[in-house]
């Protein structure tokens, strides 16, 4: 094979795509179709009680429409990360749709499934022989981390996906590295290496290298190069932003770790070859060794309440710091003796509410702020009555200068006080060294 046609028809799963872009895209022939279906961008929560990026109706409409492309063109599919977090659960819900969809319609395939889950021991083991470090500026992994974790999956490379190919139409994986079900053919066929994971880092986010995330991109990958095209009318593949999706999600302008390597985009070469068609090439990969896999996991740290409000007060807001200091000094002294306590955080939004400590501007102008409280405890009820006596506190709080005794904010919602539910926190975020990419991710074969 000189080229291998892979197409992606949107950034993830259950976001749905243009029906129309689709099958337009179609008419190029991929010979796989391949998309990505989680992400750790939206917080620990799902990971911890298993819940789904999107709903069961937005997954049915979407794996509707690429079975019966894979069907139609007897091509496979390829979905990684079922469900948001890949869990064994959420891997096995999707199996169950697509047999469900596949029954209904007349369809057979062969599936592949394979499993992110890691048992708790292992990472134990692992521990103990100096093979767990941290992925990034966080405390080492101990055994009572691990213990503490509702679920753990780890990111799957490219090895198990390569060795269920040959025997199955469509692969359905749990966790797994972002890139590698788009890499995975190429490097199947002895294609480039770089160019796989470099074409696959670009894609998983499906069109949003040309503007429109919800959208679909073709990638031609050739033994020099890969080319990226995209469908949609308001989606326009380009030198610069194909160049800049190359920068998205790293921590590095031009390095990209994952498992087994890390891509080198230092001297890639973008070039613009037609409308909506951008050529790359010059990539490089560097090999890990030893070969880690990254390891996710999250634990519940209780029950979260919250309470929305709106400041105009020009006095209040000019000594907004001291009012919400106070308010948490003296929340945590009245609960100093209640173990259920955990925390209060305010966020203040037209001050520093999305970039907190780090926001560079510390003298502000805004006319208003809009404050969100966050009340965390063991159980609902006492997360409830933090929250309660923060908001009474912020509307009745004492400060120089002030002409009223209440007044100075307002609430959007009632029930004033919200409860969130569950409230959950990454405590496992580390690499594990393996012998084996494919030991920690079992395969399983079912026909439908």
Known sequence: MDEIRVLTPTGMLGYGFPEENFWKAMERKPHVIAVDSG?????????????????????????????????????????????????????????????????RNGYSFRIATIYADIDKSLIKQKIAKGQVSPCGPIAPLTDHDVDDAVTIVAQMGVEPYLEAMDN??????????????????????????????????????????????KDCIMGYLRRDAFV????????QCTRRSVAAHTLYEKTHPYYLAGPGGTLDVSSAIFEEIGENRV?????????????????????QVGFRSTFIAGMRDPLAISKIDDILDEITTSLRESFRDNDEFVDIIFHVYGKNGVMGE??????????ELGIVAEAVAKSQETAQLICSKARIGLLHNKYEGRKATAGNVGFIFTPLEIPLGEVYQFNVYHLMEVEDPCACFPISYTKV
């Open 228 to 235: 990226l095209e995209a469908f949609g009318e308001k989606s």
């Open 39 to 103: 992400s750790t961008d939206s917080g620990p929560q799902k990971l911890g009680n298993g819940s789904l990026t999107c709903s069961i109706e937005d997954y049915i409409r979407d794996i509707s429409i690429l079975l019966k492309a894979a069907h139609q063109d007897k091509i496979p599919l390829y979905i990684s990360s079922a469900g948001g977090t890949g869990s064994n659960s959420q891997v096995d819900l999707f199996v169950k749709l697509v047999k469900e969809i596949s029954n």
């Open 358 to 367: 780090y926001e560079p501007q510390k003298v502000i102008t805004s006319h």
């Open 168 to 213: 199955a139409d469509i692969i359905i994986s749990g966790r797994s590295y972002d890139p590698v079900p788009i890499a995975a053919m190429g490097i199947k066929h002895g294609f480039d290496a770089a160019l796989c994971w470099h074409m696959g880092k670009i894609m998983e986010c499906g069109g949003l290298c040309a503007g429109n995330a």
């Open 279 to 299: 050529k790359v090439s010059n990539s490089s990969f560097i090999p890990a060794d030893p070969y880690t896999i990254k390891l996710e996991g999250s634990k």
